[in-house]
């Protein structure tokens, strides 16, 4: 069963604004993985942040990790129309090892 | 980035038939591969680890003699859907990780429909 749960499940947001979207999950951690899907896609990894580490940059993206609170955010700055996908958190106990995928956020930015 | 490439895109079979799914890791070699499974507007769901040169590891609830895995090199590891049935329509996933490395490498999928 997946132990990651992510809010909201939709986000409809305008072209330019930000997107916030968060993830919760359940037992330690060792990397925390930010991952997005276009409808009917593969995965493209977007940003890995590891345990001891709070929070990172990557272009437009801000990802936190709280380890106390079990969770981490991504925030997508001045959205663009195609930032439009599906946006799971992965967590993985040991490097290398089995990713558990968080339920998702459907994203959706109108032009 | 790795490249990791699943093959084929997508395959429409009947049912009883079986589909063999291919992963390839193009410009490394990958000790472990894992295999997903997404329903519709759902999550990835695992279902199992390939590890090169050894048995899959399958989650719980997961048949393994439905879903032959096959890890023979560390670049090829195979995904072999046996007497599918419509249930077992679905978009399929393979990852792949490098050795001595963190991330995961995805491959573009394949989405079954067995009618």
């Known amino acids: 069963s997946q132990q990651g749960e992510e809010d909201p499940q939709a986000l409809s947001i305008q072209e330019g604004e930000n997107a916030t979207m968060n993830c919760s999950y359940k037992t330690s951690i060792n990397n925390l993985q930010w991952y997005r899907q276009n409808s009917g896609r593969g995965l493209v990894h977007l940003i890995l942040i590891r345990s001891n580490e709070r929070e990172k940059h990557s272009g437009r993206l801000r990802v936190t990790l709280d380890t106390s609170k079990k969770s981490s955010s991504l925030l997508i700055t001045a959205s663009r129309a195609a930032d439009t996908a599906s946006y799971f958190c992965?967590?993985?106990?040991?490097?290398?090892?089995?990713?558990?995928f968080g339920e998702g956020t459907q994203l959706t930015v109108n032009p | 980035g790795a490249v990791v490439s699943q093959h084929p895109s997508w395959v429409i079979c009947k049912s009883g038939t079986s589909v063999k799914i291919e992963c390839r890791s193009l410009d490394f070699q990958a000790t472990t591969m894992f295999w997903y499974r997404q329903f519709p507007k759902q999550s990835l769901m695992l279902m199992a680890t390939?590890?090169?040169?050894?048995?899959?590891?399958?989650e719980q609830g997961v048949e393994k003699d439905k879903f032959l895995i096959n890890h023979a090199s560390l670049t090829l590891s195979t995904l072999t859907v046996t007497s599918a049935h419509p249930e077992d329509s679905s978009f399929y996933i393979c990852?792949?990780?490098?050795?001595?490395?963190?991330?995961?490498?995805f491959g573009q999928g394949t989405r079954l429909t067995v009618v």
């Open positions: 990852s792949a990780v490098a050795v001595r490395d963190t991330e995961a490498f």
């Open positions: 992965a967590t993985d106990r040991t490097s290398g090892s089995r990713l558990t």
């Open positions: 390939s590890n090169e040169g050894s048995k899959a590891t399958y």
